[in-house]
């Protein structure tokens, strides 16, 4: 939060911009169903805050550790926690010894408090991790107030019952929240929107028919195809990226080349030391620089730096290499991997450093070559703006969705990696009470915090209107006009299943012309599309609904996407838009066809005018392919000179439909 | 299968504009699968009551199965958990 804003260009400092629009967002409530908030926590300061806005109906429960009355604010308005769930569940107290939490809104985790300070935290200035990404951390809405619906607690991993997930949903659209951010996934295989056993799906359907929009991480399962969870289309879905930062630490080898790591490194220099690379004798010498299981039966690695391999991306690995390396009497560590995107410091000031597998086989050649291999090791720097550049995350959930492929998920992408937030002093990453973490719960609330300025310039638009907005204006590059990389191997050019439309660009959502509305009907009609009974669905609004006989198309779904997950020959479907801008405008359609696949749109040319606000149109797919084939990515653009409305298109040609293609 | 354990008796859209009317019909749908409003107290972990209407209760799987096939309800679903990212 220290950079995340002026990459994306609501920088504070620049007068003109979404954020002095909206007075950052003032009014606006912001609830995030996480691990509870650290109160005293100098991101929660009220300063110049007006008071709680009088529709306010939530509170601040009191707890273990936490009084309701004086630990809230007028920036912290809402904390309660929900436990009964996950007690009700494990049919046992929940030790508190074994691992630390709160029976109140407290933070343990820290997760929460990261999370809350990324949406809707006040201004710090001097905020870093050890002198690292120093800068004024903020949330994307500064002014905005934060309710902090506690419902995950501190088991491994941070387990949050579902149970406990929908009564806070329930208390929530009661309270008048106006956007929920939930950094939560489940597992894979998932369960059905209206059948789904973890209570998302259900809970956000109905704060959405409550007007409230729904954040939720596109989770941690990628870079593997139809890993991304959260995918009911009601569901704003996050992908995360790089930032325009990274931490540089110069490793000087013996013969003078210097090369560039990464690492969270503050400790001092490592100077002038012996630099080893396990290796057994016979046919397998590699296998003891495993760095997941090093083994030093025939080096010595005592005084030294250790040089070692892994084909894991996670951060496991690395824990498992310093431990064994610390244990060994080594003084650093350094990593050849390909890129996670899950940087940590590796206790008290211990350099572990990760680089990649050329730039590791080029430290290796040389401690091959050298009688008596010698690194120095300097501290970590922080590198801002080019030549570091913007990645879709190795770990980022990749769509299409598993559930309902015609719907293209992720929505969008922002900013998830490596983001300096508060946190809790139980947070062992935490120094100064801020931390560095990494995942699509950081990318989640950097949404949320940008459509609580969304939601303060445009109170009356609808969830799916703000989606549609900050989908259709998205950075297909980065805000520099760089190409964004999804990162996996190999790295190659980031398409919709990566990131949506692309990476968020806040002051364009702002204005973007046009929008693909929904509302209760749609929804019915997706459900309807996808097969449920007209007694669920009926049950699910408190409406009569009879579905069509002739059931309607999913491709018809009027999402800000076209994504055809079995095109043969050809389909048409149909999307609506409605004018957001000038009541009088003229947009004219620009067709960007994926390879092979013909894209003709009807009308197009639309005509906007005090009676015509709202207008349908086709669009006719055919391909031109003979086999089976995999995605191909085109966009459809609406302009009107001034305004781009662009929707990503992907098509994928099933000559010989529902057939698992591993000839 | 006599295991008890945390089901989501999900009814969709609020019947009632009060929650506390709303909480009584869970309460008195509830007794009418464990046999008493006493016990329908006991087992309910929450009644889900604002935004939308269902509730979560400790069922075992049959009486799970007999209270989703009431004409109100719309799916009963086991609990689940939930990770953080």
Redesign the interface.
């Known amino acids: 939060t220290t950079r995340t804003w002026d990459y994306l260009d609501i920088s504070s400092y620049s007068p003109l911009n979404l954020l002095h629009d909206t007075h950052m967002g003032d009014g606006i409530i912001i609830g995030l169903l996480d691990t509870g908030v650290w109160p005293e926590s100098v991101v929660f300061n009220d300063d110049g805050l007006e008071p709680i806005p009088a529709r306010w109906k939530g509170h601040c429960e009191s707890g273990q550790l936490f009084n309701g009355t004086t630990d809230c604010n007028r920036k912290l308005i809402g904390a309660k926690y929900f436990i009964d769930g996950f007690l009700a569940e494990n049919n046992q107290p929940f030790n508190t010894t074994d691992n630390p939490d709160y029976m109140s809104p407290r933070d343990s985790f820290g997760h929460g408090t990261h999370t809350s300070t990324i949406a809707g935290g006040s201004f710090v200035a001097n905020a870093s991790y050890k002198g690292l990404a120093l800068g004024t951390s903020r949330g994307g809405a500064p002014r905005a107030r934060i309710a902090m619906y506690k419902v995950c607690w501190n088991v491994p991993q941070g387990q949050c019952s579902s149970a406990d997930i929908l009564k806070a949903f329930d208390e929530a659209i009661h309270d008048g929240v106006d956007v929920l951010s939930l950094s939560l996934g489940t597992q894979i295989p998932l369960f059905a929107e209206v059948d789904e056993r973890d209570g998302i799906a259900i809970g956000s359907f109905h704060a959405v028919a409550n007007g409230i929009p729904v954040v939720c991480a596109a989770a941690n399962d990628g870079p593997a195809a139809q890993t991304v969870h959260n995918t009911a289309p009601w569901i704003i879905t996050v992908a995360a990226t790089t930032l325009d930062r990274s931490f540089p630490t110069p490793i000087m080898l013996g013969n003078n080349v210097t090369i560039l790591g990464q690492a969270w490194y503050a400790g001092k220099e490592i100077g002038l030391t012996g630099l080893v690379y396990p290796e057994n004798p016979g046919l397998r010498p590699a296998l003891a620089g495993v760095c997941e299981s090093l083994s030093f039966n025939h080096t010595s690695v005592d005084g030294k730096v250790v040089l070692c391999f892994t084909t894991v991306t996670r951060r496991s690995a690395v824990s498992s290499a310093v431990s064994a390396v610390r244990a060994a009497g080594g003084v650093g560590l350094i990593v050849a991997k390909n890129p996670g995107h899950v940087m940590g410091p590796c206790g008290d000031d211990f350099p572990c450093v990760v680089v990649d597998y050329e730039l590791g086989t080029q430290i290796l050649f040389y401690i091959r070559s050298a009688r008596s291999p010698t690194v120095t090791i300097s501290p970590s720097k922080t590198l801002v703006g080019k030549p570091a550049s913007t990645k879709v995350a190795t770990f980022s959930s990749r769509g299409p969705s598993s559930i309902t492929p015609a719907i293209l998920k992720p929505d969008i992408a922002a900013p998830g990696v490596s983001l300096l937030a508060a946190s809790s002093p139980l947070d062992t990453f935490m120094n100064g009470g801020f931390a560095l973490h990494s995942g699509t719960s950081m990318a989640a609330p950097v949404i949320s915090g940008i459509i609580a300025l969304l939601k303060a310039k445009h109170p009356n638009w609808s969830p799916a209107a703000i989606r549609s907005a900050i989908v259709t204006t998205a950075w297909k590059t980065d805000p520099f006009g760089e190409p964004i990389f999804a990162e996996g191997s190999p790295r190659k050019l980031a398409d919709p299943f990566d990131f949506g439309g692309g990476l968020v660009n806040p002051n364009r959502a702002s204005k973007p012309g046009l929008v693909y509305d929904m509302d209760t009907d749609d929804y019915v009609h997706y459900l309807c599309a996808v097969g449920y009974n007209d007694s669920a669905i009926s049950k699910l609004v408190r409406q009569g609904i009879a579905c069509p006989s002739a059931k309607p198309s999913v491709l018809d779904v009027n999402v800000p996407s076209i994504t055809i997950p079995n095109l043969r020959n050809s389909a048409t479907l149909t999307r609506r838009v409605t004018n957001v801008g000038p009541p009088n405008s003229t947009y004219k359609a620009l067709v960007e066809s994926p390879f092979g696949i013909t894209i003709t749109v009807t009308p197009n040319i639309l005509v906007f005018h005090s009676t015509a606000q709202e207008i349908s149109y086709q669009v006719r797919v055919s391909t031109s392919h003979q086999v089976n084939t995999g995605y191909y990515f085109g966009s459809l653009t609406w302009t009107d000179g001034v305004h781009n409305v662009t929707i990503p298109i992907s098509a994928r040609t099933q000559i010989l439909q529902n057939y698992a293609d591993e000839n | 299968s006599a295991e008890s354990?945390?089901h989501?008796v999900?009814?969709?859209?609020?019947?009632h504009n009060d929650p506390k009317l709303i909480t009584k019909f869970h309460h008195d749908l509830l007794a009418t699968i464990v046999g008493s409003k006493e016990a329908a107290v006991d087992s309910m972990?929450?009644s889900?009551?604002?935004?939308?209407s269902?509730f979560?209760a400790?069922l075992t799987q049959s009486q799970a199965q007999q209270i989703s096939e009431l004409p109100?309800?719309?799916?009963v679903?086991?609990?689940?958990?939930?990770?953080?990212?």
Request: hydrophobic share 35%.
């Open positions: 354990r945390v989501i999900y009814m969709g859209e609020r019947q972990v929450y889900y009551r604002h935004g939308f269902g979560a400790k109100e309800v719309v799916h679903i086991p609990n689940r958990f939930h990770s953080l990212q």
